[in-house]
């Protein structure tokens, strides 16, 4: 039995989490927000702590055996998120502070350098702003034209129209792939099929696929990936850019500094070889190495794995959410085994705002988010200013979901108890 194998994993790995054992607000913290960040493993806690306890020093420097050990701890790390990508070469992963920061590289390194004015960049309006704005900065300074492919009726990505967006003009496709407020997987293999038959290049924002499904950089093809370590059990502060190798060759450096140099004079400088053209300055040295006790926890406990977990207690949240009166969902409802969509659900309710109803649930001990997540143009396009949002993880139970749905209805039913008198 699939549901008796998974149930295993999740109480397996709880007593991983030291977090959770927590009581908040009189009760037990049920963690539902683990779209904007994870919580971390001992694992991940103990290499942060292992570092700075044993191993601290400066990387790439010294001769001496404490900046060696940080060196390789840190390097290993890069090696590690290769693998975990299927990236070709470990010079194709740049350490970034995080995905942001790591769209900010792409966009002022190649978009400012190659894009000129008419060229066009097809977005999405479900895209988060750390996937909007850098362009828009690029759109500002080069005259490039962002076009933005609109959800369909059912909060998907519209194929039809991205098909009719492209042109000899486009020169970029920026795309997340799993939407963090619909829910929705972009459909990659004909997207950036499609996108590189007009000559385009491809960013795909990856920070709400990778903590939970396999991810295959050469399978998808994609030009350059972007994630944040905070979101998929490592640190803050660490987040990566893949890049095919021969783009990063041919990009010119984004920050200068030490680190990223090969040969310098007062007026002119060469640059390192890659990753290192990208990395100017010390690094989130710690956070690296955390960051690479992330990828082998998720990888021992296998992506597959946490992905057919995370499909059943979607559907447990959409059947759960169903049966409540008054909710508006958002995004694709899952198929009968819980995929096709992310683990996560935004709604809004007739008789509260999504503001008041966190807050209230909070008094339960229930984690969620209220908001516009990130993507306002996306809530503008839904014409509401915010959902709530309930995000899983594979540590999450089916006991939580029941305790988080328990506390929705009896929120509602005393909302509209008031309203009655
Ligand atoms: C969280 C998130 C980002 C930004 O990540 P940061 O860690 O804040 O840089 C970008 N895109 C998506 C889809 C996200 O969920």
């Known amino acids: 039995m699939v549901a008796t194998a998974s149930k295993t994993l999740a109480s397996q790995v709880r007593q991983d989490f030291p977090i959770l054992h927590q009581e908040v607000n009189g009760h037990p913290l049920v963690y539902l927000d683990n779209a904007a960040t994870s919580q971390k493993p001992t694992a991940v806690i103990n290499a942060l702590r292992d570092y700075y306890e044993g191993d601290n020093a400066n990387v790439h420097r010294g001769a001496h055996t ?18 975990f990508i299927n990236a070709s070469s470990r010079q194709e992963i740049v350490y970034t502070r995080n995905a942001s920061e790591a769209i900010n590289l792409v966009a002022y390194s190649w978009g400012m350098s190659a894009l000129t004015a008419g060229d066009e960049i097809i977005l999405s309006v479900m895209e988060h702003h750390s996937n909007l704005i850098p362009w828009q900065f690029v759109a500002q300074r080069t005259g490039a034209v962002l076009k933005f492919v609109e959800p369909t009726e059912t909060g ?37 099929p499609l996108a590189h038959k ?7 924002d990856a920070c709400q696929s990778i903590p939970h499904m396999p991810i ?25 850019l893949y890049g095919k190798l021969d783009l ?54 296998g992506m597959d794995n946490i992905h057919a977990y995370e499909a059943e207690l979607t559907r447990h949240l959409f059947d759960g959410l169903s049966q409540i009166d008054g909710i508006t969902l958002y995004g694709p409802q899952p198929s009968a085994d819980g995929t096709g969509r992310a683990a996560l659900a935004a709604f809004t309710t007739e008789a509260v705002h999504a503001h008041d109803l966190a807050t209230l649930i909070d008094q339960s001990g229930i984690a969620i988010r209220s908001g516009h997540h990130c993507t306002q143009p996306l809530h503008k396009h839904l014409k509401v200013s915010a959902t709530a949002r309930a995000s899983l993880s594979f540590y999450n139970t089916h006991d939580e979901i029941d305790q988080f749905l328990t506390a929705l209805q009896d929120t509602l039913e005393f909302f509209a108890s008031v309203m009655d008198d």
């Open 156 to 192: 998907e990505f519209n194929l039809k129209q991205f098909e009719s967006l492209l042109s000899d003009r486009t020169k970029l496709v920026s795309i997340v792939h799993v939407s963090n407020t619909l829910g929705c997987e972009t459909p990659v293999d004909k997207v950036i």
């Open 216 to 240: 295959d950089v050469q399978a998808l093809d994609c030009d350059w990936l972007v994630a944040s370590g905070h979101k998929m059990c490592g640190p803050t502060g660490i987040g990566f």
């Open 66 to 83: 404490l900046s060696n050990r940080a060196t390789d701890a840190y390097e290993a790390t890069r090696d590690k998120l290769a693998a």
């Open 248 to 301: 990063l060759e041919s990009m010119p450096p984004f920050l200068g500094g030490g680190e990223m140099i090969a040969d310098v004079s007062l007026e002119h400088s060469t640059y390192a070889e890659l990753p290192h053209k990208f990395e100017a300055g010390t690094p989130a040295i710690g956070e690296a190495i955390a960051l690479g006790a992330a990828v082998d926890y998720l990888s021992n406990l």
């Open 198 to 204: 007009v000559g385009a290049k491809v960013l795909l």
